[in-house]
T-cell receptor, first 112, second 110 residues
Framework: DAGITQSPRHKVTETGTPVTLRCHQTENHRYMYWYRQDPGHGLRLIHY???????DKGEVSDGYSVSRSKTEDFLLTLESATSSQTSVYFC???????????FGPGTRLTVL | KNEVEQSPQNLTAQEGEFITINCSYSVGISALHWLQQHPGGGIVSLFM???GKKKHGRLIATINIQEKHSSLHITASHPRDSAVYIC????????????FGTGTSLTVIP
C-alpha cells in the first residue's frame, strides 16, 4: 500500500462548511495526487503536487485548494462544501522513475 | 471526449467463464495500467504495460500499440473476481499523470 493513509475515512458535513482531508505517506515520495470518484465519471484529478509547496490544478479543481508544507502530507480543502462535492476522494502517490501509482483507502464525503 | 474508453460498462458472468474487458485510448501513451477496485475497497494496480502481454495467475493483459487497444482477460472466473476494473494511461506529454476510463463492473455468479 506504499504507506498511504487518509483521514478521515468518512465524513458527513453540511453545505457551506469548510472541510479538510488529509493524505499521509511514509515513504518520502515526491508526487502526490488527489482524485474524486463518482459514478459514471470514474476517477478525476483534482490537484497534484510534485514537491513541497509545488502544486498544480487538475481536471476538476474548482472549489478545491491544496497545500503541501511537508513531503509526507498533502491536504485537500473544500473552502465551502457543496452537495456536488459529495464523492469518494482518493489520494495517490507515484514512485519516481516509474509510471505506477499507489492509492490510499479513500475518504467518503457526504455534503448535506 | 474521454481519452480512455472501456467496454463493457457492466458484465455478469457465470463462475468458470472466460472474461474479456476492453480498453481503447486516443493519445500517445508511455504506459497502460489495469487497476482493480473491490466493492467499498481501495484501488490496486494489477498490470502496467507498454507492449506485448503480461500474465499474473488467472489474469492476462495484452496491448496493441498500433491499434491503441488493450484487453484484460480473466480465465476460470471466480466470484472473488467481482470488482470494478479500471483502465488508465500515462502519456508521453504529461508523464506520470493518469487518465482513467470509467471502469467495468464485473459480477461473477457462483
Amino acid at each position: 500500500d506504499a504507506g498511504i493513509t487518509q483521514s478521515p475515512r468518512h465524513k458527513v458535513t453540511e453545505t457551506g462548511t469548510p472541510v479538510t482531508l488529509r493524505c499521509h505517506q511514509t515513504e518520502n515520495h515526491r508526487y502526490m495526487y488527489w482524485y474524486r470518484q463518482d459514478p459514471g465519471h470514474g476517477l478525476r484529478l483534482i490537484h497534484y503536487s510534485y514537491g513541497v509547496k509545488d502544486t498544480d490544478k487538475g481536471e476538476v479543481s474548482d472549489g478545491y485548494s491544496v497545500s503541501r508544507s511537508k513531503t509526507e502530507d498533502f491536504l485537500l480543502t473544500l473552502e465551502s462544501a457543496t452537495s456536488s462535492q459529495t464523492s469518494v476522494y482518493f489520494c495517490a502517490i507515484s514512485v519516481q522513475g516509474t509510471d505506477t501509482q499507489y492509492f490510499g483507502p479513500g475518504t467518503r464525503l457526504t455534503v448535506l | 471526449k474521454n481519452e480512455v474508453e472501456q467496454s463493457p460498462q457492466n458484465l455478469t458472468a457465470q463462475e468458470g467463464e472466460f472474461i474479456t474487458i476492453n480498453c481503447s485510448y486516443s493519445v500517445g501513451i508511455s504506459a497502460l495500467h489495469w487497476l482493480q477496485q473491490h466493492p467499498g475497497g481501495g484501488i490496486v494496480s494489477l498490470f502496467m504495460l507498454s507492449s506485448g502481454k503480461k500474465k499474473h495467475g488467472r489474469l492476462i493483459a495484452t496491448i496493441n500499440i498500433q491499434e491503441k487497444h488493450s484487453s484484460l482477460h480473466i480465465t476460470a472466473s471466480h466470484p472473488r473476481d467481482s470488482a470494478v476494473y479500471i483502465c488508465a494511461v500515462t502519456t508521453i506529454i504529461t508523464g506520470n499523470q493518469f487518465y482513467f476510463g470509467t471502469g467495468t463492473s464485473l459480477t461473477v455468479i457462483p
